[in-house]
C-alpha cells in the first residue's frame, strides 16, 4: 500500500499504521526530494522513531528546539513528541527510519522491562529528541546496531522482524545504560506545549475558512502578539506561514485524488482568490496547480508510472508490501 502524505487528525496526530498489531513497527527508506516542499510537515505520533541519516542531512524541528543530523548520524525522537523534518543543504537527504510502538521493547503494558526502563522514557517531557553522533563509542554502537536491522529489513529476509526486534532492544539497553538522563524529569511547565497545539487543533479545523490572527489567537486564549511569539519560538515560524502552508498542502491532496476545478480546490482549501492560490502555489513548488495536476494526478490511471508523483513519493511506506 503506497501512502503518499501523512493523513493526521485535526490535533495532528499521523494516521498512519506502522507495521501490524502483532508487530507494531514499521521500517522505511526515504529521500527529502519525494516530499512535497522537501519536508515531512509538523506531525505526532504514539510511537517512537529512529532516523538514520545514510546522504546529505536532515534539520530536525520539535517545540523550541531543533538540530542538525548529517551523513552517519542517527536521532531519536520520543513518542508523542510534535516533529518536523526538513532537507537540509542542496545535497537530497536520504533517510532510513524506524517507527515501533514502544510496547514492543517490553512485552505489554503490565513487562518489567516496559515498566521499569521504556515507560519512564516515554514519560519524559524533557526528553523530546537525542541525536547520535559518530563521534562517541557508545553513539556508533547504537548506530551500527540500528544499520544492521535496516540492511536485514531491506533484504525481505523472513526473519527481518526478529532481527529489527533484537537490534531495537538492543539501542534501547545502550540508550538507557548510557544516558544517565532519558528517564529524568523536572516536571517542567507544559502550558506553552498546550497552547501550541491548541492553535494548530484550531488551525487544522479551520484552514478551508477565512480566519484571521485573532481567531487563531482566542482559541487559547492568548493576545496576538503572544500567539506570533508561540509560534517563533515553538515552530520557527509565523501563523500565517503555518497557515498558508497547511492550505498549500491541503490542495495538493485535492488536486491530486479529485476531479475538482482548479478554482473550486482554492476556495476548499481556504483561498479566497484563485489568482492567489496560483501564485503562492507556483512560488512554494515552482510550477502552476494545473502543471502539478498534470504531472502528479493519481486519478487518471493509477497503474501508470506517468502518475506515480516524483514529489509525492510516500513517507510512510506498508512494509508489507
Given at each position: 500500500?503506497?501512502i503518499?502524505?501523512?493523513?493526521?487528525?485535526?490535533?495532528?496526530?499521523?494516521?498512519?499504521?506502522?507495521?501490524?498489531?502483532?508487530?507494531?513497527?514499521?521500517?522505511?527508506?526515504?529521500?527529502?526530494?519525494?516530499?512535497?516542499?522537501?519536508?515531512?510537515?509538523?506531525?505526532w505520533?504514539?510511537?517512537?522513531?529512529?532516523?538514520?541519516?545514510?546522504?546529505?542531512?536532515?534539520?530536525?524541528?520539535?517545540?523550541?528546539?531543533?538540530?542538525?543530523?548529517?551523513?552517519?548520524?542517527m536521532?531519536?525522537?520520543?513518542?508523542?513528541?510534535?516533529?518536523?523534518?526538513?532537507?537540509?543543504?542542496?545535497?537530497?537527504?536520504?533517510?532510513?527510519?524506524?517507527?515501533?510502538?514502544?510496547?514492543?521493547?517490553?512485552?505489554?503494558?503490565?513487562?518489567?522491562?516496559?515498566?521499569?526502563?521504556?515507560?519512564?522514557v516515554?514519560?519524559?517531557?524533557?526528553?523530546?529528541?537525542?541525536?547520535?553522533?559518530?563521534?562517541?563509542?557508545?553513539?556508533?554502537?547504537?548506530?551500527?546496531?540500528?544499520?544492521?536491522?535496516?540492511?536485514?529489513?531491506?533484504?525481505?529476509?523472513?526473519?527481518?522482524?526478529f532481527?529489527?526486534?533484537?537490534?531495537?532492544?538492543?539501542?534501547?539497553?545502550?540508550?538507557?545504560?548510557?544516558?544517565?538522563?532519558?528517564?529524568?524529569?523536572?516536571?517542567?511547565?507544559?502550558?506553552?506545549?498546550?497552547?501550541?497545539?491548541?492553535?494548530?487543533?484550531?488551525?487544522?479545523?479551520?484552514?478551508?475558512?477565512?480566519?484571521?490572527?485573532?481567531?487563531?489567537?482566542?482559541?487559547?486564549?492568548?493576545?496576538?502578539?503572544?500567539?506570533?511569539?508561540?509560534?517563533?519560538?515553538?515552530?520557527?515560524?509565523?501563523?500565517n506561514?503555518?497557515?498558508?502552508?497547511?492550505?498549500?498542502?491541503?490542495?495538493?491532496?485535492?488536486?491530486?485524488?479529485?476531479?475538482?476545478?482548479?478554482?473550486?480546490?482554492?476556495?476548499?482549501?481556504?483561498?479566497?482568490?484563485?489568482?492567489?492560490?496560483?501564485?503562492?502555489?507556483?512560488?512554494?513548488?515552482?510550477?502552476?496547480?494545473?502543471?502539478?495536476?498534470k504531472?502528479?494526478s493519481?486519478?487518471?490511471?493509477?497503474?501508470?508510472?506517468?502518475?506515480?508523483?516524483?514529489?509525492?513519493?510516500?513517507?510512510?511506506?506498508?512494509?508489507?508490501?
Amino acid at each position: 500500500m503506497q501512502i503518499y502524505k501523512i493523513e493526521t487528525e485535526e490535533n495532528g496526530k499521523e494516521l498512519t499504521t506502522h507495521g501490524s498489531h502483532d508487530f507494531p513497527c514499521g521500517s522505511y527508506d526515504e529521500r527529502f526530494s519525494h516530499f512535497v516542499g522537501g519536508e515531512v510537515p509538523w506531525h505526532w505520533h504514539d510511537e517512537i522513531e529512529v532516523v538514520l541519516v545514510i546522504e546529505g542531512a536532515t534539520k530536525v524541528e520539535c517545540l523550541n528546539t531543533s538540530d542538525i543530523v548529517r551523513t552517519g548520524e542517527m536521532i531519536f525522537i520520543n513518542a508523542n513528541t510534535l516533529h518536523k523534518l526538513t532537507n537540509h543543504g542542496t545535497e537530497d537527504c536520504r533517510i532510513l527510519n524506524v517507527v515501533f510502538s514502544p510496547k514492543i521493547l517490553g512485552g505489554g503494558d503490565f513487562g518489567l522491562i516496559y515498566k521499569k526502563h521504556v515507560l519512564p522514557v516515554i514519560n519524559n517531557k524533557e526528553l523530546m529528541f537525542y541525536k547520535f553522533s559518530t563521534d562517541k563509542a557508545w553513539h556508533q554502537q547504537a548506530i551500527n546496531e540500528l544499520t544492521s536491522a535496516f540492511k536485514v529489513w531491506d533484504e525481505k529476509r523472513s526473519d527481518h522482524e526478529f532481527y529489527m526486534n533484537i537490534a531495537l532492544m538492543k539501542f534501547w539497553h545502550i540508550f538507557c545504560t548510557n544516558h544517565q538522563d532519558i528517564t529524568s524529569s523536572k516536571n517542567a511547565s507544559k502550558t506553552n506545549e498546550k497552547r501550541v497545539q491548541t492553535l494548530l487543533n484550531f488551525i487544522h479545523s479551520h484552514y478551508d475558512e477565512r480566519i484571521s490572527i485573532a481567531e487563531i489567537s482566542r482559541a487559547a486564549s492568548i493576545s496576538e502578539s503572544e500567539c506570533y511569539r508561540l509560534f517563533r519560538n515553538a515552530l520557527g515560524c509565523s501563523p500565517n506561514s503555518y497557515l498558508l502552508n497547511y492550505r498549500l498542502r491541503q490542495s495538493v491532496q485535492l488536486l491530486t485524488e479529485s476531479n475538482k476545478q482548479i478554482a473550486d480546490i482554492a476556495y476548499a482549501s481556504g483561498f479566497n482568490c484563485s489568482a492567489y492560490f496560483a501564485k503562492k502555489f507556483k512560488l512554494a513548488f515552482n510550477t502552476t496547480p494545473m502543471q502539478f495536476r498534470k504531472n502528479y494526478s493519481v486519478t487518471s490511471d493509477p497503474l501508470s508510472t506517468n502518475h506515480l508523483p516524483v514529489t509525492l513519493k510516500p513517507y510512510r511506506q506498508d512494509p508489507k508490501a
